[in-house]
């Protein structure tokens, strides 16, 4: 047999396919078993994956068919009479009854491949020797669906190859239309309460479209748990039982991930059910395009069409804006998300287009007190039970004053207790969450099943969407059968199950709030899950991966901090290759553009760390290479993942990317000549109080550059490369550590003065104590040490539960704080004894700040929410408000408060106890970086959209700095009220006057600018690009000299003793600029 079609996507078998076009219902059995091998090839359970990865041949078909036996020849010789390749004719009975078996399972009768295999069954009695030839090709039988619509790309390169990317919408509809009706029908379950207002609210702002007294567009949203999707579930169920609107809904949600969360499934679905109501006959148009024309137009015969878009936060990307400018007569969109009050994350962004005339939106909130009670009240009476005293505020202050989904959970069990005449027992000790999220799994740790049970609960708590049962051996090394787990466990999840056993069976946590509250409770156990992911899936060949690990493996090992391991896979040709064909064109773009997106925040950390451009640089060329080329790339529409990861990150060099290269500057740039000491990239650090510089790479050798000398002087070698060096305050010398955990202390002139041995593999990093007290020194993997000033080990510190990725020294070396991206904090007292482990952040914690009082530390994480902390560990307040990831964090003059910036492009004042101040809402992406103005006078900030803001001293939104045309990298302040300086992607400069007035455009970098270095006397700045150039410009703007590096490469530039000589590092070169008493340009 030859291979037929490449898979044909989406959930193809469905009750509406039993017979299209082209199917051979009355054709001989010769007719019916090629359709179903070459054409539909059809599979047991449907899936596409199956169909996509092991397509029908007369092997495997066979292998299939007799199981164990060895006679193949005569097999095949059978085989061929049944196909009508030779004279024979049909199966006798009981090999039809096999052929059946191995095309639709066996129990086909008790499914939706009945009819087929009755058609089979009839077909044989027709068909005897002689009678059945076969009468359909395969070209024509697909270009009889094609023309249908039930294929939309058909690309024909032979006469037997054909590949068919995916079925028509009708029939994507179909499968989604039944997975949202779950969906609706779940979040219905026991009624819905406390809502009564929102409810009218809605209610009114339709009723007001319906008048023509509004656009029609309202948007709804919430933070995670709050109850949205059960409130639009409730409003268009009531409506459509009362029919006084007609009602298209969609609701994305990632326990159904393959028929809900796609542009597609939400297009197909919400045009299938708004052509309904027009009579609109579907055909082959875009389904987008479609939705436009259709929602233009006034509903026929009078209707009124209410359509509802829920979780747009839970599709697979972006959902873009797909209305017309004005909607039709009679016409209304709701769209409903996650979003905090009064924040617009990114996935919102399209449905806001023009910030100074924003939509209708309602921020829906927690439950009041009475709102609660009547949630509380309403369930008991359901049940025909008393409702003790008291309850309703009981669970209105365990749930967090009103967290909707706590509180429905938390009635439920009180439900339960109370049949059974036990005590109502909440977790309130303390009242949160957490406190309760801590005591269901107390109770869960009690049974008997649990060691079992344990390693799925723990691994559904880091699954980034519903898991596929049947992957769960390779996943955890275990089978999972849900309908056999406890109810004190399945009571958490979501089990999908397809009644028509078409797509598989998938399992996650009822909601993402209860997998982050419970992922919280586990503590390390959590971790764990993660690291025992990643172990068994890389002991693994590609070849047995499961689907979950191609989507996600790579970001699992950044949660566990392992960002060199993702690396290796990101920019790995081979896994690149093989992602694509396990994923397909359509999603791997996606997925591999979201993976590169977290990757790279490290960098944003980290000041854009060069190997991040080296390496995804590398990925997008072996990417390009799976796509064809780059010019045909940019007609796709995945081409648009990357074009936004550019945009997003600001780490691609497009001169790289696109060719483009901007005018050369006019003047004739110095070659800067370098001095080759080290071999390969070299680092450094100017050393304090006019030191010198020092200079190392990972060759074993460190040099030390004294004011105004031309080379360096070489010092001892490390027995293995050098990881990093410090400069010790009061000009006391310098430290350096290895890759073999050995550290060397030396001397302002660079004599050796200690040697330390840590033990360790490696050493992550080192501290000097305060008043030069001494050092502290850390890995990783949760090991710390502490050295007295002259180098001897005073303390080793260990966290073994801990991974560590940063310490900071608290104030008077009262302690020391270690945080890690499993979520936990470790705290240790200055002489290094450990205090109880801290579970700080769902997700990791991203920095920790040490207040100025010294009265204790700030942190922040992946849950995006701040928490203050005492020295001791004593937890304060949590600074809840940030919708996205918070990239930076700084403390007021004074200890006044806090200022945070977030990757969603606003930045939030705080009290010095963790009181929310002004929400600073402008910047429409990223906020990069922020800093304080002198004397209180406000704030400035800059963002990855390539505007500056200035803010009030209380957060008042001031005046929006525009003129880049790219990314701002990074803002000062000039002295003497000079205004302001930035630089930016977009390879310009840009002076700014105080009130942020714009001034002069400093062009000549081809490339981004990656630093700036103010001159000490004032009197102009350097800069330095990824074009491989340094520019000297005075205070004016005007460019006074250059220089060329010979390789291409500006690494670092920093100043070397007198305030004219600056020493630039570039590549395995070291060059010494003199900055010239006349400039080279006038």
């Known amino acids: 047999m030859k291979r037929g079609l490449d898979g044909l996507g989406g959930n193809a078998i469905l009750k509406s396919f039993q017979n299209p076009p082209g199917y051979p219902k009355d054709g001989t059995y010769a007719d019916l078993l090629f359709w179903h091998l070459e054409v539909w090839r059809t599979r047991p359970d449907g899936s596409i994956s ?95 669906l094609a023309a249908a619509g039930y294929l939309s790309v058909v690309i024909s390169t032979n006469a037997h190859q054909v590949r068919i990317d995916r079925p028509h919408r009708t029939h994507i509809a179909s499968a989604t239309s039944h997975d949202v009706n779950r969906i609706t029908k779940a979040l219905l379950k026991g009624g819905v309460y406390g809502r009564a207002s929102e409810l009218a609210t809605v209610d009114k702002f339709v009723e007001s479209r319906m008048r023509g007294e509004n656009d029609g567009l309202l948007v709804i949203t919430a933070p995670a748990g709050f109850g949205k999707s059960a409130l639009a579930a409730e409003w268009c169920c009531r409506n459509i039982t009362v029919s006084k609107y007609r009602v298209a809904k969609h609701f994305c949600s990632v326990s159904y991930p393959h028929t809900t969360t796609s542009l597609n499934d939400i297009h197909a679905h919400l045009r299938k059910q708004i052509a309904d109501i027009y009579g609109d006959q579907i055909d082959l148009s875009r389904d987008r395009d479609a939705l436009v024309d259709l929602l233009e137009l006034e509903p026929p015969n009078g209707q009124k069409l209410v359509v509802w878009l829920d979780g747009i936060d839970e599709a697979r990307e972006t959902v873009p804006f797909f209305l017309p400018e004005v909607l039709g007569k009679n016409v209304c969109v709701i769209v409903s998300a996650r979003a905090d009050e009064g924040v617009t994350p990114a996935y919102l962004a399209p449905w806001f287009p023009d910030p100074k005339a924003p939509l209708p939106r309602h921020d829906l909130l927690k439950l009041t007190l009475l709102g609660v009670e009547e949630l509380v009240g309403g369930l008991f009476q359901a049940n025909g039970l008393a409702l003790p005293d008291g309850l309703g505020l009981r669970i209105f202050n365990s749930s967090e004053q009103g967290y909707t989904l706590f509180a429905r959970i938390m009635t439920d069990d009180a439900i339960e207790a109370v049949k059974k005449d036990k005590i109502i027992d909440l977790g309130e000790a303390p009242e949160s969450l957490f406190g309760y999220a801590k005591r269901q799994l107390e109770k869960l740790e009690a049974m008997k099943e649990w060691p079992e049970i344990q390693p799925l609960f723990a691994f559904l708590t880091i699954a980034r969407e519903a898991v596929r049962v049947d992957e769960f051996p390779e996943l955890i090394d275990r089978s999972v059968f849900p309908k056999l787990l406890p109810h004190q466990v399945s009571r958490w999840f979501t089990h999908v199950v397809d009644d028509q056993r078409i797509r598989p069976e998938l399992l996650s946590f009822a909601h993402q709030k209860l997998s982050e509250v419970f992922g919280r409770a586990l503590g390390t156990e959590r971790r764990d899950a993660i690291r025992k992911l990643c172990a068994n899936i890389a002991k693994k060949s590609y070849d047995e991966w499961p689907t979950y690990a191609w989507r996600h493996l790579p970001r699992h090992l950044l949660d566990l901090g392992h960002k060199h391991d993702a690396v290796n896979y990101l920019a790995n040709e081979r896994f690149i290759s093989a992602r694509f064909k396990a994923l397909g064109e359509e999603l791997a773009p996606a997925i591999m553009a979201a993976d590169w997106r977290s990757w790279l925040l490290w960098g944003l950390r980290t000041n854009f760390e060069s190997d991040a451009q080296i390496n995804l640089l590398r990925h997008l060329r072996l990417w390009a290479i799976h796509s064809q080329t780059l010019k045909e790339l940019a007609t796709q529409k995945s081409f648009g993942h990357w074009r936004q990861l550019m945009q997003d990150v600001a780490l691609i060099k497009k001169t790289e990317i696109t060719g483009l290269i901007h005018p050369q500057s006019k003047f004739l740039p110095t070659s800067l000549t370098g001095i080759d000491r080290h071999g390969e990239f070299a680092k450094g650090i100017e050393l304090n109080d006019g030191g010198g510089f020092l200079s190392w790479n990972r060759d074993c050798t460190l040099q030390i550059w004294k004011p105004k000398d031309k080379e360096g002087l070489e010092l001892g070698k490390h027995e293995n490369k050098i990881s990093g060096a410090l400069a010790l305050k009061g000009a006391m010398g310098f430290i350096s550590w290895d890759m073999n955990g050995v550290l060397r202390l030396w001397g302002a002139s660079g004599e050796i003065k200690a040697v330390m041995h840590s033990q360790e593999e490696w050493i992550d990093g080192v501290l000097q104590l305060e008043n030069s007290a001494g050092f502290l020194s850390w890995c990783n993997y949760g090991a710390l040490r502490l050295w007295s000033a002259a180098g001897k080990q005073i303390r080793a510190m260990r966290s073994p539960e801990s991974y560590i990725s940063n310490v900071r020294i608290l104030s008077n070396n009262k302690g020391f704080v270690a945080w890690g991206y499993d979520g936990t904090i470790q705290i240790w007292s200055g002489a290094g004894r450990k205090k109880p482990l801290l579970y700080a952040h769902i997700g990791g914690v991203h920095g920790v700040l040490v207040l100025e009082d010294g009265k204790g530390f700030l942190s922040w994480g992946a849950d995006c929410a701040l928490q203050l902390w005492g020295v001791t560990g004593k937890e304060g307040p949590t600074m809840l408000g940030h919708e996205d990831r918070i990239l930076g964090v700084l403390e007021l003059e004074n200890g006044t408060g806090f200022l945070s910036w977030s990757a969603n492009g606003t930045l939030r004042l705080w009290g010095r106890k963790g009181e929310q101040g002004v929400d600073m809402c402008g910047h429409t992406d990223s906020v990069l970086g922020a800093l304080v103005l002198e004397n209180g006078a406000g704030f400035l900030s ?70 700036i270095l103010v001159l000490e006397n004032g009197t102009g700045f350097l800069s330095w690009s990824a074009d491989g150039t340094l520019r000297l410009w005075n205070t004016t703007g005007k460019l006074l000299n250059l220089w060329l590096s010979p390789n291409g490469t500006i690494t670092n530039v920093v100043r070397h003793g007198a305030s004219d000589h600056y020493l630039v590092l570039f590549g395995k070169h070291i060059d010494i600029v003199h900055l010239p008493n006349k400039p080279m340009f006038q």
């Not at 004719?89 to 009755?118: C, H, Q, R, T, Y």
């Not at 714009?998 to 630093?1011: F, I, P, T």
Request: net charge negative.
């Open 50 to 144: 199956k169909r996509g990865e092991l397509p029908w041949d007369e092997k495997s078909f066979l292998t299939e068919l007799y199981k164990d036996s060895k006679n193949t020849e005569s097999e095949g010789k059978i085989f061929r009479n049944w196909i009508g390749e030779t004279d024979g004719g049909a199966p006798n009975s009981v090999n039809a009854s096999k052929v059946a078996d191995a095309l639709f399972g066996e129990n086909w009768k008790n499914s939706i491949f009945e009819p087929w295999g009755n058609d089979l069954g009839e077909a044989r009695k027709r068909s005897g020797k002689g009678k059945n030839s076969r009468t359909i090709t395969l070209d024509a039988a697909v270009a009889e």
């Open 942 to 1011: 800059w963002s990855l959209d390539g505007t500056l803001r200035l803010w009030g001293p209380k957060g008042e939104e001031g005046v929006e700095m525009c003129g880049h045309t790219d990314s701002v990298l990074g803002a000062l302040v000039l002295e003497n009220g000079g205004g302001f300086l930035s630089w930016s992607l977009d390879g310009t400069l840009r002076l700014w006057g105080q009130k942020g007035e714009e001034g002069v455009e400093m062009r000549g970098h081809a490339d981004s600018v990656l630093g």
